[in-house]
């Protein structure tokens, strides 16, 4: 028998903190439900049914496909609960200070969503419990977000333009990672609340993907064909231990001289898609240097050399480029200005310069991606064109379809990610443009690596798939100008 607990959004909206300030979370997760019903639990009763509902297989989800919910963002001062030991504060307010809070709230076109157990066959005792305690559900996600919720014994029968997002195996391709019950999830929640901790603290994610509830085949979202960039592979070197870490901002340095090393190894005429002089708009070799990102501890130093080849490079130009790097004599060396060298060999050992981390190609694609280099646009700003929609249009360029979403920052929006590169390190030939750090998001999964702007073939520009991700805090770290990771501020948003 199913179980179905429906909830339908009074004001039409879904507030509830996301991954990005400027997005609210969607699809609902299921402990977030979960954790609405345990607010209201006040007897043995209730509890002991949130413990029967913890023991039940991850849920369905039954909602509005994330491609057409819309995002609405709202800022405000919000009087501080801290008190300032100097004092401080205003008249209203002694001792207390105002701080610029974000809220974003997710909008559905429909008003409704359902959590649904299509064989958990509760207990008439356990399903009488938990309809009481969802009769005294006020909102689901942030107090604004006024809800009505409701428990069945059926599937939902109301909710026909909705799909199904269903529990997904680990490492699968288009999924979505939410947040589930768990056995003894209930009593990690009280634990917490004892504590003064988060109910998120004691989250557990499961992936999902989504379905059609009428057929069960995968909806649009799992059917969108990948968009493959116009890169096709990416060679990577690991550093050899050096006696000192190479600074991320370090990375067009590097790229350089991984660039002159590569020309010097290939036998001549160097090749016009090797060397970078080839006709206008047609891609070339890229040459990059990746930094350590996107975990709680990434500082941004670099971790390795790539080689990201175009798609359309002829095999009889490919050939003499694995020759010389890989299999007659492989590279071993690159030299920096100063005469340093540095020690590189072919492969990659760790996660973080794995190829797969760097252009999601094993898992289909991925939509979302953030920068792990700044990227410098392709054209100046001017009156009707902001940063957001130069850097989509520096997308197009690169030859990526154009994304639906972007943010930009003057500072990364990922843990590690490279501020900028040092001054001296780029080219004295090339013109300066703004830098910005981005987030994007596509229509449709994309196939990397992705590298965007007007220095993109030398290290400047790279981004990295946006999920998996370890947290929000992590892409967005606290730091300073020169230290390889800083906390951003949004300097625009495109929708």
């Known amino acids: 028998m199913p179980l179905s607990i429906m909830v339908r959004l009074q004001a039409g909206s879904y507030d509830a903190g996301g991954e990005r300030p400027s997005r609210s979370e969607w699809p609902p997760h299921p402990a977030r439900v979960f954790c609405a019903l345990a607010a209201s639990a006040d007897t043995q009763a209730d509890w002991d049914a949130l413990r029967w509902l913890e023991q ?11 491609d057409r919910v819309g995002h609405r963002q709202a800022r405000a001062y919000v009087v501080q609960n801290a008190v300032e030991k100097d004092g401080g504060g205003s008249l209203a307010w002694p001792g207390r200070t105002n701080g610029l809070r974000a809220r974003a709230s997710a909008i ?23 309809g009481l305690l969802a009769w005294k559900v006020p909102y689901v996600g942030r107090s604004t977000s006024t809800a009505q919720a409701s428990v069945l014994s059926m599937l939902p029968a109301d909710l026909p333009e909705t799909v199904i997002y269903e529990p997904a195996e680990f490492g699968a391709g288009h ?5 589930v019950p768990y056995a003894g999830y209930t009593n990690a ?43 096709a592979d990416l060679l990577v070197w690991e550093i050899e231990r050096p006696v000192a870490r190479v600074g991320g901002d370090q990375v067009a340095a590097l790229a350089s001289a991984l660039r ?3 020309i010097s190894r290939v036998p001549d005429p160097v090749p016009g898609p090797v060397s970078g002089h080839t006709e206008p708009g047609r891609p070339h070799v890229a040459f990059l240097a990746l930094p350590d990102v996107d975990h709680p501890h990434a500082d941004g130093h670099v971790l390795g050399l790539g080689l990201a080849m175009p798609r359309d490079l002829p095999e009889a130009d490919v050939l003499p480029v694995i020759r010389a ?6 590279l071993s060396k690159v030299t920096l200005g100063g005469g340093r060298c540095l020690a590189v060999r072919y492969g990659a050992t760790g996660a973080g310069l794995r190829p797969g981390r760097w252009t999601a190609a094993g898992r289909g694609g991925e939509r979302e991606w953030v920068t792990a280099t700044p990227v410098m646009l392709d054209g100046h ?19 990526y379809p154009c994304p639906a979403e972007v943010e930009v920052s003057d500072t990364p929006l990922m843990a590690g990610a490279v501020w900028r590169p040092r ?23 994309v196939i990397g690596p992705v590298l965007a702007g007007s220095m993109r073939y030398l290290g400047v520009g790279l981004f990295r798939p946006a999920s998996p991700v370890p947290s929000a805090a992590a892409r967005r770290p606290a730091g300073r100008p020169g230290s390889g990771t800083g906390a951003p501020e949004t300097a625009g948003v495109r929708g």
């Open 423 to 445: 001054r001296g390190t780029l080219p004295p030939d090339r013109p300066r443009r703004q830098m910005v750090h981005a987030w994007v998001r596509f229509g449709q999964p």
């Open 260 to 262: 002159k090393a590569v």
């Open 325 to 330: 790097l890989v299999m007659d004599s492989p």
């Open 175 to 179: 999924t979505v990672d939410l947040r």
């Open 108 to 130: 559905p076109a429909s008003d409704s969503f359902a959590i649904v157990w299509p064989q958990a066959g509760a207990p008439p005792e356990v399903l009488g419990r938990l």
């Open 189 to 231: 929640l009280q634990d917490a609340y004892r504590d003064g901790r988060r109910a998120w603290e004691t989250a557990r994610t499961r992936p999902y993907r989504y379905a059609n509830p009428a057929t069960g085949e995968p909806g649009r979202a799992e059917l969108a064909e990948p968009a493959a960039g116009p890169f």
């Open 56 to 66: 039940q297989p991850p849920p369905q989800v039954w909602a509005d496909p994330a």
């Open 381 to 399: 700003l001017r009156r009707g064109r902001d940063a957001a929609s130069e850097l989509a249009r520096s997308l197009v360029l690169a030859g």
